[in-house]
């Protein structure tokens, strides 16, 4: 699965939408880009995920440039609770269903 | 309501002494699999399962031992349990469609 890089921290205000950029410079073409999200010492959440088209849910969009060598994920309207470890990955068929953590960023929202 | 639950959220214990981890989830899932957070190191993934008697390693199975007779349920087995073993332990579910895998809230396992 290719590598991918985050910045470590980001600070929103509230109400303000949050842009959390991703660099997979080396995804190949069968590879996905997910989204996960860890409040506090919680589980880890799901997101979104993506192949190459745009993606939107009702908690937030995947913006995958047409090269697939980064991706953005905005979420429109960042409150308090969205404050949180923010990890994108990236996940190719065939492999054993395993997500790849790295250190993720660090989203905090200010009031 | 679609769960991964994990008991115990606490524990701590002492060197040596067998533990059990449970981990169950009501969706069905073919897919599961525990991991471990360390600070600085991530998520990393010790065990998984790709159905009923089907295990394999992940990447940390050194002292874990895990079962899956059942589809809902893969308890995480600690036989002697470590200091080094200290650690946050997530189980995760999911179906085979590469869509979202649902996690557990957490056992926070202390050995002393």
């Known amino acids: 699965d290719a590598k991918t890089t985050q910045p470590p921290s980001m600070d929103c205000a509230e109400g303000r939408a949050a842009n959390l950029p991703c660099n997979h410079s080396?995804?190949?073409?069968?590879?996905?880009v997910y989204w996960y999200r860890q409040i506090h010492s919680q589980g880890p959440q799901y997101i979104i995920h993506?192949?190459?088209n745009n993606e939107t849910n009702e908690m937030a969009s995947l913006i995958i440039t047409e090269d697939r060598k980064s991706s953005t994920l905005i979420l429109p309207h960042a409150t308090l609770r969205d404050t949180a470890v923010y990890y994108c990955?990236?996940?190719?068929?065939?492999?054993?269903?395993?997500?790849?953590f790295g250190k993720g960023t660090l989203l905090t929202v200010n009031p | 309501e679609a769960q991964v639950t994990q008991n115990p959220r606490y524990l701590i214990t002492v060197t040596g002494k067998k533990l059990t981890v449970t981990c169950s989830q009501n969706?069905?899932?073919?897919?599961m699999s525990w991991y471990r957070q360390d600070p600085g190191l991530g998520l990393r993934q010790i065990y998984y399962s790709m159905n009923v008697e089907v295990t394999d390693k992940g990447d940390v199975p050194e002292g874990y031992k895990v079962s899956r007779k059942e589809k809902r349920n893969f308890p995480l087995i600690l036989e002697s349990p470590s200091p080094n073993q200290t650690s946050l332990y997530f189980c995760?579910?999911?179906?085979?469609?590469?869509?979202?895998?649902?996690f557990g809230q957490g056992t926070r396992l202390t050995v002393v």
């Open positions: 080396t995804i190949s073409g069968n590879e996905y």
């Open positions: 993506g192949l190459k």
């Open positions: 995760a579910s999911s179906d085979f469609t590469y869509t979202e895998a649902f």
């Open positions: 990955i990236v996940r190719g068929l065939g492999s054993n269903y395993k997500l790849t």
């Open positions: 969706m069905n899932h073919e897919y």
